[in-house]
């Protein structure tokens, strides 16, 4: 399944709260840097990917409903688990 792509500032602030959709999402950043996110709202666990401008993967974590994580990069990949 292609990820939705997350562009915008409300696509990005949004993300996967109040959703059950199984749809992989890609945020895009303009520039590589400090990335965090939380899973507040989020019902289901996510694999998490932080990519650099090469898309090479910077770090992956399992992030759990309602936690908070960090990492550098230009996008993050979300996947529900």
Known sequence: MKPKICKSFFSK???KMFS???QPMLFVFDRERKISIHTFFCFMPL???WLDRNKKVTKKCLMKPFSIQSGYGR???EIPR
């Open 13 to 15: 602030l949004k993300g």
């Open 47 to 49: 694999e998490v990917r």
């Open 75 to 77: 996008y993050v990949l």
């Open 20 to 22: 059950f959709s199984k």
